[in-house]
C-alpha cells in the first residue's frame, strides 16, 4: 500500500504552483516579475500560490524593499528540491499522480518551447536549442552512474551569472516498454 502524498506532491502537483517554480527556476525574481511572465493568473491567486510555496520551503525570499507602500518580495528556489521526485516518493505515488506530473512537465516545456518561437529570434538562438532522444541500456548501477556525472557537469551552471544566458535543460528517463 503507498504511503501518503508527500509535500512534493502536495506543493508541486498544482498546475500554478508547477508555472511559478518553472519561472523562478535558476534565478532571482521579484513578485512583479512573476505577474508580468504570468498574466494569465490573478495577482491574489498569484500571491496565494507563491506563499504556500514559501511555506513549502521552495521557495525563498532572498530581499524585500518597499515600493509605494507595499512589499515587494525578490524570490529564489533551491533547485535540488524542485524537478526531482527521489525514489521513496516515487514509491508514493500513485499512478495518476506520475500522469499528473508528467504532463505537467510536458506541458510546461510545450509552453516554454511555444514562448521560443513566438519571441520571434529563434534563429539567433538555435544554437542553445536542442531536442533529441536516445536509448540507453544500462543496469540500475549504470543510471545512477549517469546521474551523478551529469549532476557534476550541470552543477557549476545551476546560479544565475552576469553575461549567461537562462536556459532549461530537461532529462526524461522512461523504462522501455
Known amino acids: 500500500m503507498a504511503e501518503s502524498p508527500t509535500p512534493v506532491l502536495d506543493v508541486l502537483l498544482h498546475p500554478i504552483r508547477w508555472r511559478i517554480a518553472q519561472r523562478v527556476l535558476g534565478r532571482e525574481v521579484t513578485t512583479t516579475d512573476l505577474k508580468r511572465d504570468l498574466p494569465d493568473i490573478p495577482a491574489t491567486t498569484l500571491y496565494r500560490h507563491v506563499a504556500a ?23 529564489s528556489l533551491d533547485q535540488t528540491k524542485v524537478g526531482r521526485i527521489d525514489e521513496r516518493e516515487a514509491r508514493a505515488m500513485t499512478p495518476e499522480q ?24 529563434l534563429e539567433a538562438r538555435l544554437p542553445q536549442l536542442g531536442y533529441s532522444q536516445l536509448a540507453l541500456y544500462v543496469g540500475p548501477e549504470d543510471l545512477d552512474a549517469i546521474r551523478d556525472g551529469v549532476n557534476a557537469v550541470i552543477e557549476p ?9 537562462r536556459v532549461t535543460l530537461s532529462f526524461i528517463a522512461l523504462p522501455d516498454v
Open 53 to 75: 510555496l514559501i511555506d513549502a520551503g521552495y521557495l525563498t525570499v532572498v530581499r524585500e524593499r518597499k515600493i509605494r507602500g507595499t512589499t515587494e518580495r525578490t524570490l
Open 98 to 121: 506520475h500522469r499528473q506530473a508528467f504532463l505537467l512537465l510536458l506541458t510546461g516545456l510545450a509552453a516554454d518551447f511555444d514562448r521560443a518561437v513566438e519571441r520571434g529570434d
Open 157 to 165: 551552471h545551476l546560479s544565475e551569472a552576469p553575461g549567461k544566458d
